[in-house]
């Protein structure tokens, strides 16, 4: 109850600095509350793809969800309507407008560098109200795509590889945005997902210029892979690492919580948030999803509760980033 409350004061806490916007907010925002910039998107290529949403002038078009999934429109199709959700629904999410535009021009100004380290198998698409909503609050966002997108893990064994792989782009891109977007690199902050919070830890321990890490159902608060993980070599015990916190759930077996490990670590600030009504899978865009769409909703074991709660993590994430981004 107190961690529902504080979620609700949290939310009240995030006005819409624009009140014009508040009304033209998507559906699929799940009632959340755009902040008073305008939101470009861009694809920016190294040796791996970056995806960034920013603070931008108004221009063009607002991107469709379709957009966002590209080339693999298809098969993500495929993919809902094997799991029971109707043709319908499934072209309407994929139609469903949000609030960035393509290229759009950036904003001049000093914004901070949000990364967001996706999990397994996981791109943009995955974050897109995420990057969007953090973007319209005054900051530049950055992902790069899973590496297992490129390679499949096979084994437990290989999560200290594609953990440094995933580390290893997401310090790539930090250059590569800087090159393009208009970006304040000395205050970085790391919002991970899954498999992806080991990446950012690890990214973490090697960059002294991380203000935050925010894990959502993180692999690294369970008890799965963390010898593992250990054995990578960029992981440092003995680093003081910034304020942490983990948000998690408790309904999946999978990702049965085990906060041994990160009590372990030499944060400045360890906050848990533990929830009540999310699946995994619910931090990611499909929570967003099943708050629009019934049949979304019951695939995924989503109720009202899980709407609030999708919501309000969101919103916790902004409080506790914008809480630590002053220069």
Same mark, same amino acid.
């Given at each position: 109850?107190?961690?529902?409350?504080?979620?609700?004061?949290?939310?009240?806490?995030?006005?819409?600095?624009?009140? #014009?916007?508040?009304?033209?907010?998507?559906?699929?925002?799940?009632?959340?509350?755009?902040?008073?910039? /305008?939101?470009?998107?861009?694809?920016?290529?190294?040796?791996?793809?970056?995806? !960034?949403?920013?603070?931008?002038?108004?221009?063009?078009?607002?991107?469709?969800?379709?957009?966002?999934? $590209?080339?693999?429109?298809?098969?993500?199709?495929?993919?809902?309507?094997?799991?029971?959700?109707?043709? #319908?629904?499934? /072209?309407?999410?994929?139609?469903?407008?949000?609030?960035?535009?393509?290229? $759009?021009?950036?904003? &001049?100004?000093?914004?901070?560098?949000?990364?967001?380290?996706?999990?397994?198998?996981?791109?943009?698409?995955?974050?897109?109200?995420?990057?969007?909503?953090?973007?319209?609050?005054?900051?530049? %966002?950055?992902?790069?795509?899973?590496?297992?997108?490129?390679?499949?893990?096979?084994?437990? =064994?290989?999560?200290?590889?594609?953990?440094?792989?995933?580390?290893?782009?997401? +310090?790539?891109? %930090?250059?590569? +945005?800087?090159?393009?977007?208009?970006?304040? &690199?000395?205050?970085?902050?790391?919002?991970?997902?899954?498999?992806? *919070?080991?990446?950012?830890?690890?990214?973490?321990?090697?960059?002294?210029? +991380?203000?935050?890490? %925010?894990?959502? /159902?993180? $692999?690294?608060?369970?008890?799965?892979?963390?010898?593992?993980?250990?054995?990578?070599?960029?992981?440092?015990?003995?680093?003081?690492?910034?304020?942490?916190?983990?948000?998690?759930?408790?309904?999946?077996?999978?990702?049965?919580?085990?906060?041994?490990?990160?009590? =372990?670590?030499?944060?400045?600030?360890? +906050?848990?948030?533990?929830?009540?009504?999310?699946?995994?899978?619910?931090?990611? &865009?499909?929570?967003?999803?099943?708050?629009?769409?019934?049949?979304?909703?019951? !695939?995924?074991?989503?109720?009202?509760?899980?709407?609030?709660?999708?919501?309000?993590? %969101? *919103?916790?994430?902004?409080?506790?980033?914008?809480?630590?981004?002053?220069?």
């Amino acid at each position: 109850m107190q961690t529902l409350l504080l979620a609700l004061l949290i939310l009240i806490a995030v006005p819409a600095d624009r009140p #014009e916007r508040q009304a033209s907010a998507p559906r699929l925002w799940n009632g959340l509350l755009p902040g008073r910039f /305008d939101v470009g998107f861009r694809h920016l290529n190294s040796r791996t793809q970056v995806d !960034v949403w920013y603070p931008s002038d108004d221009s063009g078009a607002r991107l469709l969800y379709r957009d966002y999934v $590209g080339a693999d429109t298809a098969s993500f199709a495929t993919f809902l309507t094997g799991t029971g959700i109707s043709k #319908e629904t499934v /072209d309407s999410l994929l139609n469903s407008p949000l609030i960035a535009t393509t290229g $759009g021009p950036p904003r &001049t100004g000093s914004f901070p560098l949000v990364l967001l380290s996706h999990g397994n198998r996981q791109s943009a698409a995955d974050q897109a109200v995420l990057g969007e909503f953090l973007a319209s609050h005054g900051f530049v %966002v950055a992902s790069t795509p899973s590496p297992m997108l490129r390679t499949p893990m096979e084994r437990q =064994s290989q999560i200290a590889q594609f953990a440094e792989e995933q580390a290893e782009d997401l +310090v790539t891109a %930090v250059s590569v +945005v800087a090159s393009a977007i208009p970006v304040d &690199t000395s205050r970085l902050f790391l919002v991970s997902h899954s498999f992806g *919070a080991r990446s950012a830890l690890l990214m973490a321990m090697r960059n002294p210029r +991380v203000r935050a890490l %925010v894990s959502l /159902d993180g $692999g690294i608060g369970t008890a799965t892979g963390i010898e593992e993980l250990r054995a990578a070599p960029s992981f440092r015990a003995d680093v003081r690492l910034p304020p942490i916190l983990h948000v998690y759930e408790e309904l999946d077996e999978f990702m049965k919580p085990d906060l041994a490990f990160l009590r =372990s670590l030499r944060a400045d600030t360890l +906050v848990l948030e533990r929830l009540q009504a999310m699946h995994h899978v619910h931090f990611t &865009t499909y929570g967003f999803a099943a708050a629009a769409f019934p049949e979304i909703a019951q !695939v995924t074991g989503a109720t009202t509760a899980t709407s609030f709660e999708v919501r309000n993590t %969101v *919103a916790r994430v902004l409080d506790f980033i914008q809480s630590r981004s002053k220069p």
